[in-house]
C-alpha cells in the first residue's frame, strides 16, 4: 500500500506580502543607519556650517546652471565658475561697504558699554537698589560691577587663547566654505545623485516621490529666508538709521536680518535689543513711541505682508513646533541646528503626508 505525500507546511504567502516583508526587514537597516548618521553628525557639528552653507547655495542656483547649459549647450562648470565669481564680488564688495562701519560702531558700542547697561538696569530697577551677596547696589554701581568682572574675565589667558582659536577657525572657515561652494555649485547634480545611491534600491522611488515633493518647497523656504533677511536689514537700517536716528543703526540693522532666521525667537530677541538701545538714547516719551510704531510696522510687514508671499502655505510650521525644533537643533548641532531645524520639520511633515496620501 503506498503511503500519500505529505503536505507541505510551509503556508502560502501572496508576493504583495512577500515584498512588504521584504521591506519590513529593511527597514530596520535603514533606521539604525539614520541613527548612525545623526550620531556622527553630532560628533562633527563643528564642522558642519561650511558644508551646509555650501550645500545649500549650490541647491538653490542648480537650476538656474542647468538651464544655462541647456539652453547655450555650454559645459555647466562655466556658468558655476561665473556665478561663484559674482557671489565672491558681491561678499568683498559688501564686507568693503559695511565692515568698516560695522567696526566703528561696534568699538563705539563698546565704549559706551557701561552707561548703556546702567540706563538698562534703570528701566528695570529704578531708583532701588539690589541686593548682589548682601551688599546693596544701585544701577550704576552694578553696571560698573559687571563691566568690571566682564573686564577680568576678557584679559584671562585663556580667554584670549580662546579667542584667537576662534579667530584661525574663522579665517580657515571662510576659504574652506569658497573651496566647497565652488564644487556645490558645479557638481550639484552629481553629489544630489551620490545622496539618492545611499538609499537601498527598494525604497529609492518611494524616496524620489518624496524629494519630488520636497524640493520646491525646500527652495521656496530658502530662498524666502533670503528675502526676508535682505528686507528685514534695509528696513531696519531706515526706520533705526534714517528715519529715528538711532545710534548703531548699521549693526542693530545686520543684527535684525541675521536674527530673523531663527524663527519666532529671533525676531523678539532683535525688537528687544534694538529697543533698549533707542530707550538708551530716547530724547523723552516721544522717541519710545516712534520706537514701538517703528517696530509694529516692521513685525506686520514681515509676518502678514512678505512672509506669506514669498514663503508659501506649504512652508508653515505650528509656532510650537517652530519653537521645539529650534531649541532641538540648537541643542544638539548648534547654529547648523537652527539653520536647519525648519527645513528638517518640512521634510517629515512632506514625506509622512505622502506615505499617509493626506494633503499638507
Given at each position: 500500500m503506498s503511503r500519500r505525500p505529505e503536505r507541505s507546511e510551509t503556508p502560502y504567502v501572496a508576493p504583495e506580502d512577500a515584498r512588504r516583508r521584504a521591506a519590513?526587514?529593511?527597514?530596520v537597516p535603514i533606521f539604525i543607519a539614520v541613527g548612525i548618521g545623526f550620531f556622527i553628525l553630532y560628533l562633527i557639528q563643528s564642522i558642519l556650517l561650511?558644508?551646509?552653507?555650501?550645500?545649500?547655495?549650490?541647491?538653490?542656483?542648480a537650476p538656474l546652471l542647468t538651464w544655462c547649459?541647456?539652453?547655450?549647450?555650454l559645459p555647466r562648470w562655466l556658468f558655476a565658475a561665473l556665478l561663484f565669481v559674482l557671489i565672491l564680488a558681491v561678499i568683498l564688495g559688501a564686507a568693503y561697504l559695511v565692515v568698516p562701519r560695522m567696526l566703528s560702531e561696534s568699538r563705539a558700542m563698546l565704549s559706551d558699554f557701561e552707561p548703556t547697561l546702567t540706563s538698562m538696569l534703570q528701566q528695570f530697577l529704578g531708583d532701588q537698589s539690589l541686593q548682589v551677596l548682601g551688599e546693596p547696589l544701585n544701577p550704576s554701581e552694578l553696571a560698573h560691577k559687571l563691566v568690571?568682572?566682564?573686564?577680568?574675565?576678557?584679559?584671562?589667558?585663556?580667554?584670549?587663547?580662546?579667542?584667537?582659536?576662534w579667530s584661525i577657525a574663522g579665517i580657515f572657515g571662510f576659504f574652506l566654505t569658497l573651496v566647497l561652494l565652488f564644487?556645490?555649485?558645479?557638481?550639484?547634480?552629481?553629489?544630489?545623485?551620490?545622496?539618492?545611491?545611499?538609499?537601498?534600491?527598494?525604497h529609492r522611488d518611494a524616496t524620489a516621490r518624496i524629494w519630488a515633493r520636497l524640493d520646491p518647497v525646500l527652495r521656496r523656504y530658502f530662498l524666502g529666508v533670503l528675502v526676508v533677511v535682505i528686507y528685514a536689514t534695509g528696513a531696519a537700517y531706515v526706520g533705526l538709521g534714517l528715519i529715528l536716528g538711532i545710534r548703531h543703526a548699521v549693526l542693530l540693522a545686520i543684527l535684525t536680518g541675521l536674527l530673523e532666521m531663527i524663527p519666532?525667537?529671533?525676531?523678539?530677541?532683535?525688537?528687544?535689543?534694538?529697543g533698549l538701545v533707542a530707550v538708551r538714547y530716547a530724547t523723552g516719551v516721544d522717541s519710545i513711541i516712534e520706537y514701538?510704531?517703528?517696530?509694529?510696522v516692521l513685525r506686520l510687514s514681515i509676518d502678514e505682508l512678505l512672509g506669506p508671499v514669498v514663503l508659501g502655505r506649504a512652508a508653515h510650521v505650528h509656532p510650537v513646533m517652530v519653537i521645539f525644533c529650534f531649541l532641538a537643533g540648537g541643542l544638539l548641532f548648534g547654529i547648523p541646528g537652527v539653520i536647519m531645524a525648519i527645513p528638517v520639520a518640512l521634510g517629515f511633515k512632506h514625506s509622512l503626508a505622502l506615505l499617509y496620501d493626506e494633503p499638507v
Open positions: 519590513s526587514r529593511e527597514r561650511p558644508f551646509l552653507f555650501s550645500g545649500i547655495v549650490g541647491f538653490l542656483a547649459a541647456r539652453r547655450t549647450g568690571s568682572i566682564l573686564r577680568e574675565r576678557l584679559s584671562q589667558a585663556g580667554t584670549l587663547r580662546m579667542l584667537a582659536e564644487y556645490c555649485l558645479a557638481a550639484a547634480p552629481q553629489l544630489g545623485a551620490g545622496l539618492l545611491w545611499l538609499v537601498p534600491p527598494l519666532v525667537i529671533g525676531p523678539i530677541t532683535a525688537a528687544v535689543i534694538a514701538a510704531i517703528y517696530a509694529t
